[in-house]
């Protein structure tokens, strides 16, 4: 965005550009005034006008684009959110003015629809809207459309709390365990490795990472034959700032190749517990149907919102493709 020239950095330029060149003070004068003339005829911009995310172009609601939403909370009164878009196979942030997220709401969010909803590739059943939900957030004077809505498992599920996926588009099914099977004891042995050396990105030794959380497992992701190993050394404090002078944290994605097992991803990290960034995996599909699961990860820091982060597989490494803030506030004038 174009934002006028201010008066007082203006005057400052005109006196320099007056002391080098001798500009007679009578036309820095009236170029001053002209230039204030102008700035005061522009049209104030309406923040109703403006298109958030900023910086995005707007999404064409019109097209019908697949939107993915997000499902958090209790099991038995469950809250979805729009998360992103999906527009000619690309992943893309939702873009739109103020009226422009009300006809989304009106378009995909009316009560009665009905949603598949996903978790690690599968399908574990359907969502139905059930009502918009009205809330309000401190300083903010639009928020985001959400709703609540009811799940139908497929089987039963005893979790107190969901975190699911959802999308208005089919999405491609979920890969089949394929490669040769591992058991857990080698799988942690070979992710440990991995880790390790992942870890030296950051100076972090090994000594250091075993002495915080480990966690290992393999997801198909169709990245592959073999399936993706996933990585996690984790501080139990993270986040929290209370895990001391500093904090250690590798977040990896191996993929077997040639070679065997190499590292596809790496967040590693060491530093302040108050600055240092944490990601954990939420869920992995196929949304755009090129052929591998599109992992989704959440990211945080301490005191700050979380991000969610979306990596595809793109030429034999797992990418950052698209970030988006869990912000849920629309209000354009508490984002500048």
């Given at each position: 965005m174009?934002?006028?020239?201010?008066?007082?950095?203006?005057?400052?330029?005109?006196?320099?550009?007056?002391?080098?060149?001798?500009?007679?003070?009578?036309?820095?004068?009236?170029?001053?005034?002209?230039?204030?003339a102008?700035?005061?005829?522009?049209?104030?911009?309406?923040?109703?006008?403006?298109?958030?995310?900023?910086?995005?172009?707007?999404?064409?609601?019109?097209a019908?684009?697949?939107?993915?939403?997000?499902l958090?909370?209790?099991?038995?009164?469950?809250?979805?959110?729009?998360?992103?878009?999906?527009?000619?196979?690309?992943?893309?942030?939702?873009g739109?003015?103020a009226?422009?997220?009300?006809?989304?709401?009106?378009?995909?969010?009316?009560?009665?629809?009905?949603?598949?909803?996903?978790?690690?590739?599968?399908?574990p059943?359907?969502?139905?809207?059930a009502?918009?939900?009205?809330?309000?957030?401190?300083?903010?004077?639009?928020?985001?459309?959400?709703?609540?809505?009811?799940?139908?498992?497929?089987?039963?599920?005893?979790?107190?709390?969901?975190?699911?996926?959802?999308?208005?588009?089919?999405?491609?099914?979920?890969h089949?365990?394929?490669?040769?099977?591992?058991?857990?004891?080698?799988?942690?042995?070979?992710?440990?490795?991995?880790g390790?050396?992942?870890?030296k990105?950051?100076?972090?030794?090994?000594?250091e990472?075993?002495?915080?959380?480990f966690?290992?497992?393999?997801?198909?992701?169709?990245?592959?034959?073999?399936?993706?190993l996933?990585?996690?050394?984790?501080?139990?404090?993270?986040?929290?700032?209370?895990?001391?002078?500093?904090?250690?944290?590798?977040?990896?994605?191996?993929?077997s190749?040639s070679?065997?097992?190499?590292?596809?991803?790496?967040?590693?990290?060491?530093?302040?517990?108050?600055?240092?960034e944490?990601?954990?995996l939420?869920?992995?599909?196929?949304?755009?149907g090129?052929?591998?699961?599109?992992?989704?990860?959440?990211?945080?820091?301490?005191?700050?919102?979380?991000?969610?982060?979306?990596?595809?597989?793109?030429?034999?490494?797992?990418?950052?493709?698209?970030?988006?803030?869990?912000?849920?506030?629309?209000?354009?004038?508490?984002?500048?």
């Amino acid at each position: 965005m174009l934002v006028p020239l201010s008066a007082k950095p203006y005057v400052e330029v005109m006196r320099s550009h007056t002391r080098k060149k001798k500009l007679p003070l009578v036309i820095a004068a009236v170029i001053l005034l002209s230039a204030t003339a102008c700035e005061k005829s522009k049209p104030a911009t309406n923040p109703a006008d403006e298109i958030v995310p900023a910086g995005v172009p707007a999404l064409d609601l019109a097209a019908k684009p697949t939107i993915l939403f997000q499902l958090f909370g209790e099991r038995e009164s469950p809250h979805m959110i729009p998360l992103a878009a999906v527009v000619n196979g690309v992943i893309k942030p939702i873009g739109l003015t103020a009226s422009g997220w009300k006809q989304l709401d009106a378009q995909y969010m009316a009560a009665g629809t009905k949603y598949p909803f996903y978790v690690e590739g599968g399908d574990p059943g359907e969502l139905t809207i059930a009502r918009d939900t009205t809330y309000s957030l401190p300083g903010c004077s639009a928020v985001k459309p959400m709703a609540v809505v009811q799940l139908a498992f497929k089987t039963p599920r005893a979790d107190p709390t969901v975190e699911f996926l959802a999308s208005s588009g089919t999405v491609a099914p979920p890969h089949p365990e394929s490669g040769k099977m591992m058991t857990s004891a080698d799988i942690a042995k070979l992710a440990r490795a991995l880790g390790h050396e992942a870890g030296k990105r950051a100076n972090l030794t090994a000594a250091e990472l075993d002495s915080i959380d480990f966690h290992a497992r393999m997801i198909p992701t169709g990245a592959s034959k073999a399936p993706t190993l996933l990585i996690s050394f984790i501080d139990p404090n993270s986040g929290n700032g209370k895990s001391g002078p500093w904090t250690g944290h590798v977040f990896a994605l191996a993929d077997s190749g040639s070679k065997g097992y190499e590292a596809t991803y790496v967040h590693a990290v060491k530093g302040d517990s108050k600055s240092v960034e944490f990601q954990r995996l939420v869920n992995h599909v196929d949304f755009d149907g090129d052929g591998a699961d599109e992992i989704i990860v959440e990211a945080w820091k301490y005191a700050s919102d979380n991000d969610l982060v979306v990596l595809s597989f793109k030429a034999g490494r797992w990418q950052e493709v698209f970030r988006v803030k869990q912000d849920w506030c629309l209000d354009t004038q508490n984002k500048k």
